[in-house]
């Protein structure tokens, strides 16, 4: 079955610690995209990528790398000049106008 | 000003009902607009996408465009308690390719 897959589903981080997000998808979609997601709120754009081997930021993308080397896989780095990192994390591909297919999402918690 | 406005909630109505969720947004050339639904601790579902102003029906569910006005509004017919969920307004802004532009939600409740 086509879709997104984002692992792992829970992660923790210490202090001043570096951390990957995987997030790899068999939909053959071209854009892929990073969004955070606090308690209540709705959905921050980190880093968005249109084609492989390029990638632009969004509204939040301090503290945050993103790689594109392949199609299918869009990993998200966390470093550690993100000061408030805990939060949900949700990638998301498309092609055409149809709207997102989300993966099923990275819960990171700072410890 | 926020660019995709929702009323927070929470909403609730009774089992059976129809829940009406509102949503403004601000880019007045946005093309495409998406309703998400999104159990608690879990991902965003695609339930409506509408382009086009008027009604677009699908099941139990009728998203409302009027660009006009700038809102979007999805109804849930005959709602039932496992339609319990944070509802996501989406937009594509003039400019932005395929990038979307998420509300905040709104929480509906639906009771027994």
């Known amino acids: 079955d086509g879709g997104i897959t984002q692992s792992p589903k829970y992660l923790f981080r210490k202090e001043g610690q570096n951390v990957t997000l995987s997030c790899e998808q068999n939909l053959n979609h071209d854009a892929m995209y990073w969004y955070r997601q606090d308690p209540g709120q709705g959905l921050r754009l980190i880093y968005y990528?249109?084609?492989?081997?390029?990638?632009q930021k969004g509204d939040i993308a301090e503290g945050y790398s993103v790689s594109r080397e392949k199609k299918e896989s869009f990993p998200l780095t966390v470093t550690s000049a993100q000061k408030n990192p805990t939060a949900f994390y949700l990638c998301a591909s498309t092609e055409g106008n149809y709207g997102y297919t989300f993966g099923s999402g990275t819960r990171l918690t700072v410890v | 000003q926020k660019e995709v406005e929702q009323n927070s909630g929470p909403l609730s109505v009774p089992e059976g009902a129809i829940a009406s969720l509102n949503c403004t947004y601000s880019d007045r050339g946005s093309q495409s607009f998406f309703w998400y639904r999104q159990y608690s601790g879990k991902s965003p579902e695609l339930i409506m996408f509408i382009y086009s102003n008027g009604d677009k029906e699908d099941g139990r569910f009728t998203a409302q465009l009027n660009k006009a006005s700038q809102y979007v509004s999805l109804l849930i017919r005959d709602s039932q308690p496992s339609d319990s969920a944070t509802y996501l307004c989406a937009v594509n802004p003039p400019g932005s390719a395929r990038q979307l532009t998420f509300g905040s939600g709104t929480q509906l409740t639906v009771l027994p």
């Open positions: 990528s249109q084609i492989v081997n390029d990638f």
